[in-house]
């Protein structure tokens, strides 16, 4: 009997053992090289894709924001996207930009998310100016638990900017999570139960 329940916990902890680690998963991305802003929810104003090696990260394509941005009602030019993050956690968002021609004092493309759908919030770092000219950089978002599992998740870049002579790229766009895996009930039930027979026994 004691064998028995050896063999029963030695197979429990086989069957744990090749349970995989959560990894970070590709929920969304994009890297504009269908030259187009179709991965995006909308996109309106001067946010286009641009066909240069200047305005792209990696492949042949970035997007583009140039001024000057429309200030008619809430003002400046959106690239949105809203997306369910609905069965994953530890959300995060990175991508690349560059400064292709420097922004002014009250001039921003600001990135925001929101957890509603309708509410936005600021994420870290922003795109304020003044911005000098500058080569790639690589902005990495860690999102708060509440844009885990959650179908109201988006996120937004609102642009600002006075003139034609104000202009910044984007490329690489990449939103990550680990998948949540449900608890493996059956598993803890069969060990429950392993344990108690071996308590028996003694
Ligand atoms: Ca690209
Ligand atoms: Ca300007």
Redesign the pocket.
């Known amino acids: 009997m004691k064998q028995l329940c050896l063999v029963l916990v030695a197979v429990l902890l086989a069957s744990l053992a090749t349970v995989p680690p959560a990894r970070a998963t590709l929920i969304w991305s994009d ?3 269908t030259n187009d802003l179709s991965a995006w929810t909308s996109a309106d104003g001067q946010w286009k894709t641009t066909e240069s090696t200047v305005a ?4 042949d ?2 997007v583009d924001i140039i001024g000057p941005n429309s200030l008619s009602g809430d003002g400046g030019d959106y690239l949105l996207l809203l997306i369910s993050t609905v069965g994953y956690e530890n959300i995060t968002l990175s991508y690349w930009w560059k400064v292709r021609a420097a922004l002014e004092e009250e001039e921003f493309v600001a990135g925001k998310y929101t957890t509603d759908g309708s509410n936005w919030l600021s994420a870290i770092p922003g795109h304020d100016g003044p911005l000098g000219i500058s080569d790639w950089q690589l902005s990495t978002w860690i999102l708060p638990p509440e844009a885990a599992n959650n179908p109201n998740f988006g996120i937004r870049f609102r642009a600002i900017l006075g003139s034609s002579g104000d202009r910044m790229h984007f ?2 766009f990449n939103l990550t999570g680990m998948p949540i895996i449900p608890e493996p009930a059956t598993m803890s039930l069969l060990g429950f139960g392993a344990v108690a027979m071996l308590r028996r026994r003694r």
């Not at 792209?56 to 492949?59: F, I, K, L, P, Q």
């Open positions: 890297g504009f090289e792209a990260h990696s492949g394509i970035g490329d690489d």
